[in-house]
Structures are given as structure tokens and as C-alpha cells.
């Protein structure tokens, strides 16, 4: 806020005062209209200053833009859409009973995570004798991560992430944030729970990832380029995208595209 608004402000109060002090009608009318028309200013005031923050904001995403700085243009973007309020909503227990207080959510929510991803038992049904072996066995390094593997794990992770996550200990396990789906909310079913794994973790995942790729790869068919070091489908997504304007430039007799 600017200083010409709190002035205005200023001003105000002090015609508030002097309304409160006097008895004569004619001055209280007097007064009255001159607050209803400081009132106007203060709004016009007000109006313009946030007008300029608004653009020192948008001027701040703009910088970061052309930097590529993605982190200052996430904050810059959430501080011009403003904060939802988002309201606690209940849930309800096996038994269909809502749960009011914030401990037993948390309880329910255990419980329903601990279910969710409780390892399987191996079912039984079926031929037990029939172990056979896979058609073909992978080529995949079963032995324990080189130094060099956990090294290049941690250098995949995203600037400062590893260190604000490693600290936690491996000890606590992965924590959860939900998602809401559609449907009633009450039940813990209509929310999609997304892991955050500790960053020991994520290093690991990231070297076994890395060890079935390098197996895997001489197995995939040429035409996949999804998901594969080197290639992306938007490089095939503009290839087709060339040979389709080739073809309809040629069709209509244009040759400028041989140039």
C-alpha cells in the first residue's frame, strides 16, 4: 500500500473524529459528504496500488520466464492466483460413521494406506507344481549399487531436493499427500494417494530403474520412442507432422518446399 493511501486513511479517521465531536446537523452533513467522497479516493487509491504490485509481480514471472528460473515463476504465478481456502472435509470409518476429529482421520487414514498397500499373499489357486522358467532371462546386475550408480542417482535428483529429504532417515518410511477424485469424499476410496519417498530411496529406485532399462532396451521395438533414453514422441510427433505438410505441398504443387 501506498503512502498516498494511508494518508487517505489518515484523513478519514480524523473526519470520523470530528463527526463524533460535533452536534451542529449542517457540520455533520458536511462532514459525511466529505467522507463519502474521501472514501471514493481511498478506493480508487487502493485499486491502483494493487494494480502496480500486480505488475511488479507479473514483471518478476516475466524475468523469470526468460532466465528459465521455473521455481520464482511457480511462486510468482501462486502469489497472483491468490490462496483457496480448503475446508476440512469429514470422513467416514468402515462402519459408514462419520469421524469429526482430526486424530481418528489421521487413524483412518493409516489404516486405509496400510490396507492399500499391504503386499499380497501369493495365491494359492491353480497349479502349485507349475514353476517354470521365464522363456527368456534378462541380463539384469543383481549385485549391491557401485559407488558410481549411487552417484549418478544422486545427480539425477532435482537441485536441493536430496538434501532437504535425506535428512528424515530411512527409519520413518515414505509419507502421503491426497488427491481427490470424484465421488463422495467422505470415503478414504475417492482420494488418490501419492507416496513421497525419502530421497535413500529414491536414489535406489533410480539405479534399479536404470539396470532393467539397459536390459529391457534391446527388446523394444524400434517404433517406441516413449520412455526411452535419446527419444521422445515429440520428435516422431513432428516428423509426421513434416511429412503430412510435405504431402499436401505437393499435392498442390509446391515446390518451395525443396529449397
Not at 503512502?3 to 470530528?18: G, P, V
Not at 478506493?43 to 505488475?55: E, P, V
Not at 514483471?59 to 510468482?76: E, F, P, S, V
Not at 513421497?196 to 536390459?215: E, M, N, Q, V, W
Request: include cysteine; charge should be positive; proline fraction near 5%.
Amino acid at each position: 500500500m501506498s503512502q498516498a493511501t494511508w494518508q487517505l486513511l489518515n484523513d478519514r479517521r480524523e473526519l470520523h473524529l470530528k463527526l463524533l465531536e460535533t452536534n451542529d446537523e449542517l457540520l455533520q452533513a458536511d462532514l459525511r459528504q466529505q467522507v463519502r467522497q474521501i472514501c471514493k479516493k481511498i478506493y480508487r487509491s487502493s485499486r491502483n496500488d494493487r494494480r502496480l504490485w500486480a505488475d511488479s509481480i507479473a514483471d518478476h514471472a516475466q524475468i523469470a520466464i526468460n532466465t528459465g528460473n521455473m521455481r520464482d515463476l511457480y511462486k510468482a504465478t501462486k502469489i497472483l492466483a491468490g490462496k483457496r481456502s480448503q475446508r476440512k472435509k469429514p470422513l467416514k470409518s468402515k462402519d459408514g460413521q462419520l469421524i469429526v476429529t482430526s486424530e481418528g482421520q489421521l487413524r483412518r487414514w493409516r489404516e486405509y494406506f496400510e490396507e492399500t498397500f499391504r503386499p499380497t499373499a501369493l495365491s494359492t489357486h491353480g497349479d502349485p507344481q507349475d514353476t517354470s522358467p521365464p522363456p527368456r532371462l534378462l541380463n539384469i546386475d543383481v549385485e549391491p549399487p557401485t559407488r558410481d550408480e549411487v552417484a549418478r542417482a544422486v545427480m539425477g535428483l532435482k537441485t536441493g531436493r536430496h538434501q532437504r529429504k535425506a535428512s528424515g532417515g530411512l527409519e520413518q518410511g515414505p509419507s502421503y499427500n491426497c488427491v481427490q477424485k470424484r465421488g463422495d469424499l467422505s470415503q478414504c476410496s475417492n482420494w488418490r494417494g501419492i507416496s513421497l519417498l525419502l530421497a535413500p530411496s529414491k536414489d535406489f529406485c533410480r539405479i534399479i530403474l536404470d539396470r532393467l532399462s539397459g536390459a529391457v532396451e534391446p527388446l523394444l521395438h524400434i517404433e517406441q520412442a516413449g520412455f526411452r533414453p535419446n527419444r521422445s514422441c515429440t520428435d516422431q510427433i513432428n516428423t509426421l507432422r513434416d511429412n503430412s505438410q510435405t504431402g499436401i505441398r505437393m499435392a498442390e504443387g509446391d515446390l518451395s518446399y525443396l529449397c
